[in-house]
T-cell receptor, first 113, second 111 residues
């Protein structure tokens, strides 16, 4: 049981490049979310999903796309990277009922130059 | 989800109890209080949650006031490894679709 796995752990992009941050969980959780955390700041919700085929926007969705084709995977796509997207990105998953809430991955540190 | 208010920072001596307050005056009847913490730049870690009753687990205790408008997270014997940012979050427990973080309380445990 690996929990929530994020890849890559570090990434440097040039402005305008696109890339996909991967997130996978092996706990059969229905709910998954993506957050970003800027230096010295709290976590902000980008997109979330309540199940395969269902996604919705969070607090800061602009510049990001998501899809949820399987229960296990929830990739985050940066369409055209900008320096303002330099941040640490966390993926999280949760089951549907009351319980321990979300399990977080270890994060992806993204720098856009 | 209801908004929460926490002090930005607190200090605690190692070995003493750390009591972290949280105000959630607009909480609804079906909303739970969750506590998470983030150590340095790691992913947040679940600590404890509750609805009405006080709760205790191996990490901490959660005291919720009778009117549910505030709560306190208690770390009974704080250690240096408990230095972290602690987040109090109010959310619906069932069919919960998202978790919104506030600014949290930065707890510094000193020797």
């Amino acid at each position: 049981n690996a929990g929530v796995t994020q890849t890559p752990k570090f990434q440097v992009l040039k402005t305008g490049q696109s890339m996909t941050l991967q997130c996978a969980q092996d706990m059969n959780h229905e709910y998954m979310s993506w957050y970003r955390q800027d230096p010295g700041m709290g976590l902000r919700l980008i997109h979330y999903s309540v199940g395969a085929g269902i996604t919705d926007q969070g607090e800061v969705p602009n510049g990001y796309n998501v899809s949820r084709s399987t229960t296990e995977d929830f990739p985050l796509r940066l369409l055209s990277a900008a320096p303002s997207q330099t941040s640490v990105y966390f993926c999280a998953s949760s089951w549907t009922g009351e319980g321990e809430g979300y399990t977080f991955g270890s994060g992806t540190r993204l720098t856009v130059v | 989800d209801a908004k929460t208010t926490q002090p930005p920072s607190m200090d605690c001596a190692e070995g003493r109890a750390a009591n972290l307050p949280c105000n959630h005056s607009t909480i609804s009847g079906n909303e739970y209080v969750y506590w998470y913490r983030q150590i340095h730049s790691q992913g947040p870690q679940y600590i404890i949650h509750g609805l009405k009753n006080n709760e205790t687990n191996e990490m901490a205790s959660l005291i919720i006031t009778e009117d549910r408008k505030s709560s306190t997270l208690i770390l009974p014997h704080a250690t240096l490894r408990d230095t972290a940012v602690y987040y109090c979050i109010v959310r619906v427990g069932y069919n919960t679709d998202k978790l919104i973080f506030g600014t949290g309380t930065r707890l510094q445990v000193f020797p």
